[in-house]
């Protein structure tokens, strides 16, 4: 018999909402102070998963992004869309003191139910129906709505990756 997969607080806190999604399990290891995916996992990683970037702002103190999982986050758009003059990314050394998340664990649900800081979507957003999010634990993610997603973490969807946006 199959050992059952402990759910995660994000599963959790969706099964009590009654927010559909679905478990994504990809094994890891450890380079240097991050994890990073298996390269067998790492060529089967879908257009449909966003990463999820904790920033900070003089003016707002830390914020989110959520983007492709390809692309890079635009600072300048960034900054313009949160009124602060300049953002950065948090140190990883300060990461789990801002968000609670280890480097990789980082979800935009619990960033936003434990630490209520706002949450930034970029557009590309819009061009898919579900999308894959960190479900808060290494090695686990999650298939979610994006509109149950936006929902439940008041997100606000604007352009804030580099490049033209197309959407």
Sequence with gaps: ??????????????????INY???????????????IDDKDDQEISPLV??????????TGPIVGVIPINDRIDYKKMSNVTGNKKVGIVPLKDL???SGYLHGENTPIGIYNNKHFKIYYDQKIKMFDDII??????????????QDLI????GIIVDIVEGVSNV
Excluded: P, R
């Design 151 to 154: 929902k439940i973490t008041s």
């Design 22 to 36: 679905q478990s994504i399990s990809y094994s890891t290891h450890l380079e240097g102070d991050v994890y990073v």
């Design 96 to 98: 789990v003191k801002t």
């Design 50 to 59: 966003f990463k999820t970037i904790v920033l900070t702002g003089k003016a």
């Design 1 to 18: 018999m199959a050992k059952k997969q402990k759910k995660t607080l994000i599963e959790k806190f969706l099964d009590k909402e009654k």
């Design 133 to 146: 999010v960190s479900a808060g634990e290494i090695g686990k993610m999650i298939k979610i709505n994006v």
